[in-house]
């Protein structure tokens, strides 16, 4: 796996359930954090985060969640199929040291395949650690809801777009990344889209099997959500 496709993992909400590496007896976030510390006091800034995901042409008709103590709640009503909320860091790999990051805030905005069949998983979870689930239990958990059929495939399309500016993915990136585009497929190889070679700009995170249905492909762009260019947002971390 290359270096990018490494570091994304760790760093993107929605990324996969299962990825690659082993939680560290040093990790810095060993378990999670006093529920205060992943909430938003301000709903109208959670609000206006999760809208920053994506343009406004299509957030502005986006179904906005926010979270709340038992888990995510329709703020506004949507319009065209797309839900935007602000990931927390429990949507991340479960393997990963930054599980329990009470900083992380990833604006998303799925659109309608993916927010059918891929966002109800990350939202079963959220209930899951909500409830005081540890990291343990939600692997458990996960392993069996795919073992019984609970947990979709991604639906053909599935994908969301990651354009803001002012979410913060991770302590190694120090802020939003890149703007980008996340597909989230059943599990194949990278090498069916070209990812992870020298100049395709496609980084793929792939599944740990038995726990993530998805292989996610990352498609970094140009431009903000805002319509600015990424060299001017002064967040653009090269890797």
Not at 55 to 66: G, K, M, N, R, T
Request: charged share 15%; with cysteine; hydrophobic share 45%.
């Amino acid at each position: 796996m290359s270096k990018v496709a490494s570091l994304i993992i760790g760093l993107l909400g929605a990324a996969s359930f299962g990825a690659p590496g082993s939680v560290q007896a040093a990790a810095p976030y060993p378990v999670m954090a006093p529920l205060r510390e992943y909430l938003m006091p301000d709903r109208a800034a959670e609000i206006a985060l999760a809208r920053s995901a994506a343009p406004s042409s299509v957030s502005a008709d986006a179904e906005i969640l926010v979270l709340g103590p038992k888990g995510y709640a329709v703020a506004v009503a949507g319009k065209n199929g797309f839900t935007c909320l602000v990931e927390r860091s429990w949507f991340a790999g479960l393997k990963d040291e930054s599980f329990w990051n009470p900083a992380i805030r990833g604006p998303d905005c799925y659109n309608r395949q993916a927010a059918r069949s891929v966002l109800p998983t990350f939202l079963t979870r959220t209930q899951w650690v909500l409830a005081g689930a540890s990291r343990d239990q939600l692997i458990a958990r996960t392993r069996a809801a795919m073992a019984a059929g609970q947990v979709r495939a991604p639906e053909r399309g599935a994908m969301n777009y990651m354009l803001s500016k002012h979410g913060y993915l991770g302590d190694a990136a120090h802020g939003p990344w890149q703007p980008h585009l996340m597909f989230f497929m059943p599990p194949m190889q990278a090498s069916d889209w070209g990812a992870d070679l020298p100049g395709t700009h496609i980084y793929a995170a792939r599944a740990d099997a038995g726990i993530d249905p998805y292989t996610l492909f990352f498609v970094p762009v140009g431009a903000w959500s805002d319509g600015s260019p990424a060299d001017q947002a002064g967040t653009r971390h090269e890797m």
